[in-house]
T-cell receptor, first 114, second 114 residues
Framework: GENVEQHPSTLSVQEGDSAVIKCTYS??????FPWYKQELGKGPQLIID?????GEKKDQRIAVTLNKTAKHFSLHITETQPEDSAVYFC?????????????FGKGTKLSVKP | EAGVTQFPSHSVIEKGQTVTLRCDPI?????LYWYRRVMGKEIKFLLH????????ESGMPNNRFLAERTGGTYSTLKVQPAELEDSGVYFC????????????FGQGTRLTVV
């Protein structure tokens, strides 16, 4: 089955700097890769996603890149702000099996220092 | 539009007791998912309902866990009897279409078994 590895587990950056979180997946059939942000006391919230037919997607300060050959995808946050502090999860969904079955990474705790 | 709501937000029970978690999905969402995050680990898929039917329950840990979604609206997840390793945060998510896969998560229920 699919396996998703996420690094780093913790990341501390200065406000205004960029943050990059990387994930690798094992199943070459996976075709959908969402990123979730979880703030304290809240559930994971989808912030951006990318499908396997696209190499990059950007939404304001957030971008995601996908390298299908290497089976890895990354989240890039530019001009970080204190409110970006949260736990970020990457996930992958395979083409086969349950359409709802997302495989998550272990999460990255991002701290943005003012 | 109300989001996904889960009850209770926290539950502390003794080993051997029974606990029932409830999830109210977003109105009109046929797909409902249960996930669990054990401390420090990844969010793991438990099962997926399409309306009242179990589409995929491959992630259910064992037969102490019972999920229901009578009438295709809210869902319950019962743990009976609870064990120490069942502690974690249980998330519910819902989506209109599993193919589109944008799932909206609830805030989670933190279960502590002592």
């Amino acid at each position: 089955g699919e396996n998703v590895e996420q690094h780093p587990s913790t990341l501390s950056v200065q406000e205004g700097d960029s943050a990059v979180i990387k994930c690798t997946y094992s199943d070459s059939a996976s075709n959908y890769f969402p990123w979730y942000k979880q703030e304290l006391g809240k559930g994971p919230q989808l912030i951006i996603d990318i499908r396997s037919n696209v190499g990059e997607k950007k939404d304001q300060r957030i971008a995601v890149t996908l390298n299908k050959t290497a089976k890895h995808f990354s989240l890039h946050i530019t001009e970080t702000q204190p409110e970006d502090s949260a736990v970020y999860f990457c996930a992958a969904r395979g083409y086969g099996g349950s359409q709802g079955n997302l495989i998550f990474g272990k999460g990255t705790k991002l701290s943005v220092k003012p | 539009e109300a989001g996904v709501t889960q009850f209770p937000s926290h539950s502390v029970i003794e080993k051997g007791q029974t606990v029932t978690l409830r999830c109210d999905p977003i109105s009109g969402h046929d797909n409902l998912y249960w996930y669990r995050r054990v401390m420090g680990k990844e969010i793991k898929f438990l099962l997926h309902f399409v309306k009242e039917s179990k589409q995929d329950e491959s992630g259910m840990p064992n037969n102490r866990f019972l999920a229901e979604r009578t009438g295709g609206t809210y869902s319950t997840l019962k743990v009976q009897p609870a064990e120490l390793e069942d502690s974690g945060v249980y998330f519910c998510a819902s989506s209109r279409s599993s193919v589109l896969a944008e799932a909206f998560f609830g805030q989670g229920t933190r279960l502590t078994v002592v």
